[in-house]
């Protein structure tokens, strides 16, 4: 059964850091786009980041850039959100997904396969 499944959440000061993992499981997502989404509270679900089969190239929404970086370790079928200088506004519960379908990097939702449970990043002012 293939599983997604997120860590590293929690509770930072504005102005710190997080990392959060995305650990696979079930199958090799090695061939697969990986990417970062976010929820917060009466949002809708947004794109935050992902990053292609290789590595070899990442995408990110403006809103991140210079603050995110996510990486990928195929031998531990694990990717990761670096978050650095977080802010009140990056509160949300973020999750990982997977997209199958081999084409370039998708900002929709929709276009990944496989998503975990979420983990929730709370940044205080």
């Known amino acids: 059964q293939e599983q997604l499944v997120e860590s590293g959440g929690g509770l930072v000061q504005a102005g710190g850091s997080l990392r959060l993992s995305c650990a696979a499981s079930g199958r090799t997502f090695s061939t697969y786009t990986m990417g970062w989404f976010r929820q917060a509270p009466g949002k809708e679900r947004e794109f935050i980041a992902a990053?292609?089969?290789?590595?070899?190239?990442?995408r990110y929404t403006d809103s991140v850039k210079g603050r995110f970086t996510i990486s990928r370790d195929k031998v531990k079928n694990t990717v990761y959100l670096q978050m650095n200088s977080l802010e009140p506004e990056d509160t949300a519960v973020y999750y990982c997904a997977a997209d199958r379908s081999y084409s370039a990097i998708s900002t929709m939702s929709m276009e990944y396969d496989w998503w975990g449970q979420g983990t929730q990043v709370t940044v205080s002012s």
């Open positions: 990053i292609n089969w290789s590595g070899g190239s990442t």
